[in-house]
């Protein structure tokens, strides 16, 4: 046994012990008894501590130190133990123990403020998790940019201001776009009520539909849909809402986006640092593409609407160009993650400003809700009423998940380029999108992006599968033309 | 912190892991994707060597070494940790593994044995089997009898000798109770098919109506029926088939038994050594009085009756008196797992006579099949017809599993015990049960036996609940009056 072998039996057993601690999740998500609760926080903490262990563990520098990859797939699977090695071991005890503690506290406090609308309640807990945040980043970063420190955590080699030169360059657009449909007349708005246990059928039909293999998944439903696991094992969930089946419907289509990813890398790289989705990015670039580019089409939505009335019989919607437009239907509203593809980035990049800003010192969390209200009347045209529709009503900077939310729009961007170059790999794709066939489309992902796992950098394996530099034009190209025709502008 | 509270905080996380583990079990039978099974075995073999680690770790014998027990409850822990510790490390690292290797191997040639009717194949691996668990108990034994150092593992603080003393005893009074009741004429069976959907809504019913907590629980249906969990998450499995609801039913109560033992263990037990059922004999004698002596008894099944029919509509047999004597059927038979209470322990009394003469030496395995087939004919008054409902029908000796059928038979003899203390301490048992009202039975055994835990050895947690030394006669006694009386005898 080499160095490089002994280092990578030991990375492949973590590896599958980080696949059951994430199966834990999922279990207490989708099966758990409720009044298991205190045990299963006792069993996380038992499996988040082993897993710590072995991140850290001293071995792994010696083994580093000594290893030769054998091959270029083991030179990449050498410089991401690395990596994740460097990062597990920078960071103080005391620093990651204090962060642990502070977000716990700091979302139960964030749950309360929200529910009473009261942000002064929220900031003082926010302003210690702020600065515990900047230190880890610091430590991190060594002379770097804080902020870059954190953003590799979720979208490795990716810096803030490439983020910021992207989104800079979608703003004007975006908010154009928004404001010239929104003066238009909204499409019929579906009414009546619709069969949960059907809503679930459909919900795996389209699963099927959209490639997910069932013989390495499952779904179940969830308060949130989620998907869980890597390699073999991926399981998604989704939710039901008798008035509002889309919501089941495109989480299941997004979810399997994320979840045929996990399933379509190559088998090399099962339980490996490489066989799991290279960022968050880029995941959400596969979730983005299934659930809009292909499931929000003209030509998807023609099939299934199809396949509705087949399940709900006449549900009020006259023929598919209007299930089209309902589908796509752009709407006022606060909540990001009820957004529309016109709007969802413009949320996005309220929050990566914000958040930016707050790491770098920019910002002062005692100026937070001001900045937030200002930037929302700017890009969306009408005011925050509220603190739960404005700053409070995410979850993420209470769990200390800054530098997380760029990546949802990264996903976008990636989306659209790879949708570009997808419609000239596969030309009579529409064709097939209206027979339900999503085979050219997930076949081209699964080969040109899924099956790489951790290869490539996320830029790099969107710019091998897209042939081009990712930027935003493609993705603004596509939304004004597919909401420029939706609303005769 | 004192090297008490060290250990105890180590033990605790251990345990916690462990719970981890079994669920992995649960999730395999229940949930898994069919496609997974590769990665879980990774997954497996991960957990079992985090777990094997840790029992062996060397802290433990150093806080062994300076830990003070702080009152006779942390002495029994400490007495628990020891036995463990002393298990894991006393057995050689090369034996454990060859076992593991040997039995794995041996659990495949048994399944295409069995299938294929053919002893001799089975005969050269179960020879290594036994000599390797005969070398494992002469590591574990010191000087003592090595099949006690195995049962040890199962029914702790019990001997070879003392089993077949109690044995011994059993066998002439049932044999001759098997051959009066098998000369009378059978009550009518069960014909017809069961919506196995309405079985198991029934199931679920039994199951709250025998006291299972489902908030700490859940009901789904696995191949075969077992009871997953400690403390706060307890998860029972049952399985369907059209022709017979029984299988369904009573598999229910029978894990309920097992999994309320768990639930009803006291909190403050929680994730430590006495945190779990004692013993595999006291865990069946808790599942077997919940089947037979309650949910056999004449007084429930006319309960249950009142429900089949109103699940089923008129099933076919009239009224609660047939019904409780189809319930109670004695039937020839093979198969150890479907024999009814009479029969049973005789299955397993052949067990235990011949795994005891394989590992004493007594028998040699190339005469195992000849053994078995004389000691059947002479307990059953039939032959074995084939190798399938023979010798070669558990799956216990292939998977090295020596000195655990006599906890069967010890559970029954416990619940003989315990079931003749119930009735003198709850007078109105059978107007309870008649009403489908367990609650003054099960209640009684979960202040008396279930909370208890590990507290206790086993005989000594059953002595104290019966007020009687543990002995056979009760549950002999109990046989003879209720099959004697359901016979006309």
Known sequence: MTAFDDLMTFQRETSALGQVAGRLGWDQETMMPKGAAPQRGEEKAAMAAILHARRCDPRVAEWLAAAEAPD??????????????????????DLARALART??????????????????????????????????????????????????????ATTGAQIAAIFDAMRPRLVALRAAVLERPAPKALDGSFDETRQMKLSR????????????????????????????????????????????????IHEVGHAAYEQNISRDFLLTPLGR?????????????????????RAFTGWMYGQMREAFGDFGVEGPDAFYATVNTVHRGYIRTEADEVQYNLHVMLRFELEHALISGDLAVCDLEAAWNDRFEADFGYPVDKPSNGCLQDVHWSEGLFGYFPTYSLGNVYAGCLYQALRHAVPDLEDQLALGDTSGATGWLAENVQRHGGLYEPREVIARASGMEPGPEPLLDYLEAKFGALYGL
Chains 1, 2 share one sequence.
């Open 103 to 156: 977000t716990t506290r700091a979302h139960g406090i964030w749950a309360q403020a929200r529910a009473d609308e009261d942000v002064a309640a929220f900031l003082p807990v926010l302003e210690e998790v702020v600065a515990l945040r900047r230190q880890e980043a610091q430590a991190l970063a060594d002379d770097g940019d804080p902020y870059d420190a954190l953003v590799e955590d979720y979208e490795r």
């Open 277 to 297: 989705g290279v960022s968050m990015g880029v995941h959400e670039s596969q979730s983005r593409i299934y659930e809009n580019q292909l499931g929000r089409s």
């Open 72 to 93: 270029p797939i083991g030179a990449a699977q050498l410089r991401e133990i690395r990596r994740a090695y460097d990062r597990a071991t920078k960071v103080p005890a």
């Open 205 to 252: 039909q389209l699963a099927r539909a959209f490639g997910y293999d069932m013989h390495h998944g499952r779904v179940d439903k969830a308060v949130h849909p989620f998907s869980s696991g890597s390699g073999m094992d991926v399981r998604i969930t989704t939710r039901t809402n008798p008035l509002d089946p889309f919501n089941c419907f495109y989480s299941t």
